[in-house]
Every structure is written in structure tokens, then in C-alpha cells.
């Protein structure tokens, strides 16, 4: 069976969307570089490569240099769906990725978003 639509959208696309959606609630592209780079490992040099090949959603976290160990800590709703039930590991770091650009958009402090274990 072949995987989501979205799997095969480029990162290049995706990202101004996320540069739009922030920016427009007052907040910066720095503030989502730093989330991505929580999340993925990617360092701003390694986010605007990722542009630059337009590598698919799919390659962009394959080549990711070190996913976060803390991602299980990233619960709540994106798109009706609860993130820490997505079944396939792409659409769930995908859905985490969202749901950390939703809480830049939002204005949540930065320590809540960039989570990390309690003690």
C-alpha cells in the first residue's frame, strides 16, 4: 500500500507555510528553526538545505540527524486526531511537527514546547 499524499510533499513547501503561520501571530522564524531543531537535530544550515534539495517530508526526517528523545512527551489534538495514537512513525513525527509549530503559533512559552522530563 502505497504511504499519504503527504509523505511525498517537499519540505520547501511545507515550510513557508509554517514562516506564514507564525509570523502572523507576532512570533519568528527563529522561534520555529528552534523547535524544528528540537525536534529533527537540524541545525539552520541543515533546515535551509533541506529547502534548498526540496527533499520530501519522507527524506526530511529519514536524513533527520537526531530525532529528539523526548518526541513521546508531544501529546494533544492536530487535526482531530490525538498524536500519540498515530499508528505509522512518519505521519506521527509529521503530526508532532505540526502540533510544535501550532504552539509557536499559539504563543506558548518556548520551555513548554521544547519539552523535557519532569525530575
Given at each position: 500500500?502505497?504511504?499519504?499524499?503527504?509523505?511525498?510533499m517537499t519540505f520547501a513547501s511545507?515550510?513557508?507555510?509554517?514562516?506564514?503561520?507564525?509570523?502572523?501571530?507576532?512570533?519568528?522564524?527563529?522561534?520555529?528553526?528552534?523547535?524544528?531543531?528540537?525536534?529533527?537535530?537540524?541545525?539552520?544550515?541543515?533546515i535551509h538545505e533541506a529547502i534548498?534539495?526540496?527533499?520530501?517530508?519522507?527524506?526530511?526526517?529519514?536524513?533527520?540527524?537526531?530525532?529528539?528523545?523526548?518526541?513521546?512527551?508531544?501529546?494533544?489534538?492536530?487535526?482531530?486526531?490525538?498524536?500519540?495514537?498515530?499508528?505509522?512513525?512518519?505521519?506521527?513525527?509529521?503530526?508532532?511537527?505540526?502540533?510544535?509549530?501550532?504552539?509557536?503559533?499559539?504563543?506558548?512559552?518556548?520551555?513548554?514546547?521544547?519539552?523535557?522530563?519532569?525530575?
Amino acid at each position: 500500500m502505497a504511504g499519504h499524499r503527504i509523505f511525498g510533499m517537499t519540505f520547501a513547501s511545507i515550510y513557508p507555510l509554517y514562516v506564514t503561520k507564525v509570523e502572523r501571530k507576532g512570533h519568528t522564524t527563529e522561534e520555529l528553526d528552534t523547535v524544528l531543531t528540537w525536534l529533527t537535530g537540524y541545525d539552520e544550515a541543515g533546515i535551509h538545505e533541506a529547502i534548498a534539495d526540496e527533499r520530501t517530508l519522507e527524506e526530511f526526517f529519514a536524513q533527520a540527524p537526531a530525532m529528539n528523545a523526548h518526541t513521546d512527551l508531544i501529546t494533544g489534538v492536530i487535526c482531530g486526531v490525538r498524536v500519540e495514537e498515530i499508528e505509522d512513525p512518519l505521519m506521527q513525527q509529521i503530526r508532532w511537527m505540526d502540533k510544535l509549530v501550532d504552539e509557536v503559533a499559539r504563543g506558548k512559552r518556548m520551555t513548554s514546547i521544547l519539552r523535557a522530563p519532569v525530575g
